[in-house]
């Protein structure tokens, strides 16, 4: 699960990069989520039918409710303070 944590972090560290300006994954972004859920999918992992709503609705908010599953609440916090950050910086301009 290490490589699903770092690929998480990436998109959520990347938001700029990896989501449209509607907070929907982009292409390139889509491109990594599909490496965690294929992972995800092929485990033990308890929560397929949230992988499979992230999968069809790849919006950050629902790959932050997979993220804080999979990385804990502590890092999903940090990880969305991130976003806000993101979200205040794009709004002003």
Do not use: W
């Not at 982009?26 to 989520?33: A, P, T």
């Not at 999979?70 to 991130?82: F, M, T």
């Not at 976003?83 to 794009?90: A, I, T």
Request: glycine share 4%; charged share 30%; hydrophobic share 40%.
């Amino acid at each position: 699960m290490n490589y699903v944590n770092r690929l998480l972090a990436e998109l959520l560290e990347n938001v700029e990069k990896y989501f449209d300006k509607n907070l929907t994954l982009n292409s390139e972004g889509r491109k990594i989520l599909e490496k965690v859920i294929a992972i995800l999918m092929n485990s033990s992992f308890e929560c397929k039918g949230l992988v499979k709503k992230v999968r069809k609705e790849p919006t950050l908010e629902n790959i932050v409710k997979l993220a804080e599953i999979i990385l804990g609440s502590e890092v999903a916090n940090h990880l969305k303070h991130l976003h806000s950050n993101y979200s205040l910086h794009r709004d002003s301009q």
